[in-house]
């Protein structure tokens, strides 16, 4: 339970700072938008969201989600920022790198036929890598996210960036 209510504090002094540093340096959001995958470890369908914060140093850059994961009966949301030094490359688009920084809910009910329900919070550290490939303003994103510590075992979502330039 400490280590849950220290998580919290941390994520949300994060994601405090993060849209202030960016709005600073990057005039704020630069884009947002849906995204649908799949994760593994738990096996689960995902939906759900993100915003782009923009830069708050050359290259690093901030990028907020949100998910909902449904599977294996379990209910999980996630949501937090990743820091990501992003690296453009001519014609492809923008391939980025970094460090996922989430807090975790988890609601499970009926595991292997028992009749167990429950829920846990916990904090959570991922790898995460990705490209955005530019279409005109908008975007599609692709992003894979690698368990370090709490979250799924890998993460892999699609997304559609509504660009704000």
């Not at 939906?47 to 690093?60: E, H, K, M, N």
């Not at 490359?89 to 429950?118: M, P, T």
């Amino acid at each position: 339970m400490r280590r849950s209510c220290i998580a919290l504090i941390v994520l949300g002094c994060l994601m405090a700072i993060g849209p202030t540093l960016s709005h600073a340096r990057d005039n704020g959001i630069k884009g947002y938008g849906a995204l649908a995958g799949l994760s593994l470890g738990p096996d689960q369908l995902l939906i759900g969201g993100f915003v782009d914060f923009g830069a708050i140093a050359t290259p690093i850059r901030v990028l907020g989600f949100a998910d909902v994961g449904f599977g294996e009966d379990l209910t999980t949301v996630g949501a937090g920022p990743s820091f990501v030094a992003v690296i453009p490359v001519e014609g492809v688009g923008q391939f980025y790198g970094g460090i996922f920084v989430g807090l975790n809910y988890i609601r499970w009910s009926d595991i292997a036929g028992v009749n167990i329900s429950g829920s846990d919070t916990d904090f959570g550290i991922a790898a995460d890598f990705g490209l955005i490939y530019p279409m005109e303003n908008n975007g599609l994103l692709f992003d894979l996210k690698i368990n370090l510590d709490s979250h799924a075992d890998l993460k892999l979502v699609v997304g559609y960036e509504i660009g704000l330039d």
